[in-house]
């Protein structure tokens, strides 16, 4: 059963340039239990996605869809006592600096204890700190009970990110939204935090978007990949068909600019050639035929979406047919 339903979310913002279309018709659907990841290059429309589905984005933002709902709720439109009953409640969200998330005037406790009063309000006091702690233990911070007491600028950034994973899951979302959790921390650090939400993930069935730029991270973690380009989706389906099997000439450069993915580990590492396109001036037609070794005359015209069994894919010249 779907969770979280996407269709045809358009993100504008009002710029000094006009108004810039950042994301163009992205639709998706995430299911309970789900784990979906989502990859592609900075700016290319993976966060603001997310933000807009938590109803963060600016006031300069504007927001369309022809559906955004979280089981069974319309997310458009809903005021602001509607979504602080979802926002950290039911859907949660784990941004990509902890310590420039965590505020630095409060003690870990003070932090993950606001949650609690927010989306629990009937919890005692001492019950709230019990389940301080139990979360600090369930996120593997050793010494819970002191670290309790802890700012943020005496944690690393290990532990200050289990402290965020730790207040996102407080209430017990049924959606876990993961943006680029890892990126801060250095590969051992990433890896501890990648099996804790695989753990987690397990242990309470909750949904997880996975957000990241690197394929590599999210190939063992997600059932479902959706690559995103210049604010477009252009390939989705199974993380392990996409990954053995690239069908767009994009999700195949990605794959190919990782060592571990690269056919010849002795050739030169792949580099997908120019810029990701500016949105306030969006070319016609395809929005990678500029950096694409296959594009044609064909690709001025827009690619239609393409759906085939479990996959979906944007480009005319569609490799591996």
């Not at 389940?131 to 050793?142: A, D, F, M, Q, Y």
């Not at 250095?186 to 099996?195: A, N, R, S």
């Not at 120019?274 to 594009?295: H, I, N, W």
Request: net charge negative; with cysteine; proline share 5%.
């Amino acid at each position: 059963m779907n969770l979280l339903k996407v269709k045809n979310l358009n993100i504008h913002f009002k710029t000094k340039k006009g108004l810039v279309h950042a994301v163009r018709n992205v639709s998706f659907d995430v299911e309970k239990s789900e784990t979906l990841g989502i990859v592609g290059e900075s700016g290319c429309g993976k966060s603001i996605t997310s933000m807009a589905i938590m109803g963060l984005l600016d006031d300069n933002a504007v927001v369309t869809a022809d559906e955004l709902s979280f089981d069974g709720v319309d997310l458009q439109g809903l005021n602001e006592k509607s979504w602080q009953k979802i926002r950290g409640g039911e859907i949660s969200m784990i941004f990509q600096d902890a310590m420039s998330s965590l505020n630095p005037c409060y003690t870990v406790e003070n932090q993950i204890e606001e949650v609690l009063k927010i989306h629990n309000p009937t919890m005692t006091k001492p019950d709230r700190k019990n389940r301080v702690e139990k979360l600090l233990t369930l996120v593997g911070i050793p010494a819970p009970k002191e670290r309790m007491k802890s700012y943020p600028h005496e944690l690393s950034g290990g532990m200050a990110q289990r402290v965020m994973i730790a207040m996102a899951i407080a209430s017990d979302p049924k959606l876990l939204i993961a943006d680029e959790p890892t990126t801060a921390l250095d590969v051992t650090v990433q890896q501890q935090i990648l099996d804790l939400l695989i753990e987690i993930q397990k242990e309470t069935g909750m949904a997880v978007i996975f957000i990241s730029h690197d394929l590599a991270v999210v190939k063992d973690f997600t059932r479902t990949l959706q690559v995103m380009y210049a604010g477009e989706v252009i390939e989705k389906g199974p993380t392990e068909d996409v990954i053995a099997l690239p069908r767009h000439p994009y999700t195949f450069g990605l794959l190919q600019s990782i060592p571990s993915f690269a056919n010849d580990i002795d050739a030169p590492l792949y580099s997908i050639k120019g810029m990701v396109p500016d949105l306030a001036g969006r070319p016609t037609g395809c929005q990678f035929k500029e950096r694409c070794e296959y594009s044609s005359n064909e690709c001025n015209h827009l690619p239609k979406l393409i759906i085939h069994n479990d996959r979906s894919l944007k480009c005319i010249h569609p490799l591996n047919n």
